[in-house]
């Protein structure tokens, strides 16, 4: 079946802009995992939803971002205000649930901020 | 913040040569797993072991984990220039929503 998808693939933006990312789960996938990596440097954790429970924010770095989920379907990421800093590859997973612990992941939409 | 250190950060070896990188963490866990990561994008699965395991292999795959020493170690065999990739390990915690926390990676590169 198909996997994780992310769009934009790329996106270039300028500082102060605000951008959306979004990311399309593999169906059935209770949980949404959203991670930022940068240029270099493992995976650092974003936010995390599960079902219907309240999402754990707390990965995310500064209240410029923020995430929502449509059900247990799509989710978009956002970063209001871009700074040069939010320059990173977001990486988006799902998994079928806290009883299962495999992440599946996209491929990523890798942000430029200029 | 990253929770696990890894490494080498960096291998180099011939093919047919076996690769070792090794990972260590600081918190309870309830599993660590790995990852391999081509040309900055998507992850891939590679293996998972849960905290009450102790060596695992998948393919030409082993891994180790020593709970009391908060280390892993993931062993590829008869590498292949197709290997060539980073290689992330990732730690779980079901209390945590099985969030992973990553090291920051070994890039190795496999020489035909």
């Known amino acids: 079946g198909a996997g994780v998808s992310q769009s934009p693939s790329n996106k270039v933006t300028e500082k102060g802009k605000d951008v959306e990312l979004r990311c399309d789960p593999i169906s059935g996938h209770t949980a949404l995992y959203w991670y930022r990596q940068r240029l270099g440097q493992g995976l650092e954790f974003l936010i995390y939803f599960q079902g219907n429970s309240a999402p754990d924010k707390s990965g995310l770095p500064s209240d410029r971002f923020s995430a929502e989920r449509t059900g247990e379907s799509v989710s978009t990421l956002t970063i209001q205000r871009t700074q040069q800093e939010d320059s990173a590859v977001y990486l988006c997973?799902?998994?079928?649930?806290?009883?299962?612990?495999?992440?599946?992941f996209g491929p990523g939409t890798r942000l430029l901020v200029l | 913040s990253q929770q696990g250190e890894e490494d080498p950060q960096a291998l180099s070896i011939q093919e047919g040569e076996n690769a070792t990188m090794n990972c260590s963490y600081k918190?309870?866990?309830?599993?660590l797993q790995w990852y391999r990561q081509n040309s900055g994008r998507g992850l891939v699965h590679l293996i998972l072991?849960?905290?009450?395991?102790r060596e695992k292999h998948s393919g030409r795959l082993r891994v180790t984990l020593d709970t009391s020493k908060k280390s892993s170690s993931l062993l590829i065999t008869a590498s292949r220039a197709a290997d060539t990739a980073s290689y992330f390990c990732?730690?779980?915690?079901?209390?945590?929503?099985?969030?992973?926390?990553f090291g920051g990676g070994t890039r190795v590169l496999v020489k035909p």
């Open positions: 990732a730690t779980g915690s079901r209390a945590a929503g099985n969030k992973l926390t």
């Open positions: 072991i849960r905290s009450n395991e």
């Open positions: 918190t309870s866990i309830n599993n």
């Open positions: 997973a799902s998994s079928a649930g806290l009883s299962e612990e495999t992440q599946y």
